[in-house]
């Protein structure tokens, strides 16, 4: 491989990034990325390849899921290294034709991008030449509405993605945003979550509005409550 084509295949953009910009045809039509997202979330995924089972089955439940994900202002765009017309006719079948797990006639509404050339997917680390030098990986990208990226996730070709996790990431940062928060291990709405510390207990109470909540472990670890519906209610779209 020559260097210039191993720099391309190998950018990997990093947590804190601005999201690579690219143009693409979907098959909900052309998109400019970042740009048409701008006040958004989004979740660019990449999938290996279509018609393949385990992508198949990962359409299937985002597809299912992608209500819960727009009520949190979040849209979905998938890509691969196929055509249009090879993406048209999988999302027909898939919705013709599979019975999954209680899923059927799953209508898949949200951009399937074509990559055939792997344009956007060397911009985005999809490609790992000693995973597969011809499909993308599973890649998850999560894109804040500055369009910024904020979450990285990479899952080899043969693991097909817990859907519940991504979107617990995605109810995790905004909460984080809106809160002034952290979120500890396996953190769900509800749960306490961490106030950030600034060098003792002390200046981490001094910033809380309701001490009483605050619960500290030792001074470099303090977790406050937070109720699911004031999480609920600062997230999801009016
Ligand atoms: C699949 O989606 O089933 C798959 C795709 C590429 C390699 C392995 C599995």
Known sequence: MEEKEMNE???????GDPAP???????QGEINFPADYNGKWSILFSHPADFTPVCTSEFMTFASMEDKFNELNCELIGLSIDGLYSHIAWLRTIKEKIEYKGMKDVEVTFPLIEDIKMDVAKKYGMIQ???????AVRAVFYVDPKGIIRTIIYYPLSLGRN????????????????HGVATPADWRPGDDV???TAGSCGTAKERM???????????????????????????KKK
Do not use: G
Not at 209 to 235: A, G
């Open 209 to 235: 509005e309701s001490r009483e909540d605050m619960h500290c472990y030792d001074w470099f670890f303090c977790t406050k409550k937070l109720d699911e519906d004031k999480v609920w209610k600062s997230i």
């Open 9 to 15: 295949v190998f950018t990997m953009p990093k947590i």
């Open 194 to 196: 961490i106030v950030p």
């Open 21 to 27: 910009e690219f143009k693409a045809t979907t098959t």
């Open 129 to 135: 030449p000693n995973e597969d030098d011809t499909k």
């Open 163 to 178: 859907f519940d996790e991504l979107y617990r990431v995605l109810v995790a940062l905004q909460t984080a945003d809106e």
